[in-house]
């Protein structure tokens, strides 16, 4: 039973291959829409978390560093031996940083050949450009302006009652 195999065996031993050896010139393009390796573009990323939150098998990391002037260096990682290449993340970025090429050569001898970071900085919001105090000063005025302006509809709006009740009175006697 197991002479047939061995004669096959012997045959292809020393015919030649059937197949061709990979890439012959250009890798061949790939299908429309396909889903391929990731590129993420920090510069357009506006750290909204979005991407981490639909990643089902949570592929995406983040990382934030805060800095001596109040910054924050904030990096993505992608792990794309975790991603399924479903595109949720893509789909959900409001600013599409995040985009599938058509490269399906995905191949590497180390886990950090399959890692696709990114690195932005996010500068810190202005100081205020008032105290406290001032701020708590400008409130009191604003107040007191909104009183006094509800203070003067209510002295315009009294003339206009008296009549109302004059008739009123004269028409319960």
Known sequence: ???PYLGQSFKNLFSKPVTEAFPVGDAPKAAEGYRGRLHYDPELCINCG????VCAPQAITREIVPL???DQKITFT??????TFCRMCSDFCA???I???DDYLIVGSAHEDFLVTGTFIKTAPPKPKFTPEQLEAMKKAAAAKKAAAAAAAGEAEKPEEK???EAAAKGEE
């Open 99 to 101: 985009t599938l090429t």
């Open 163 to 165: 009549p109302a009740a």
């Open 1 to 3: 039973m197991i002479l």
């Open 68 to 70: 001596e002037n109040g």
């Open 78 to 83: 992608y792990d794309m031996t975790s991603c």
């Open 95 to 97: 600013k599409k940083a």
């Open 50 to 53: 979005m991407c981490m939150r």
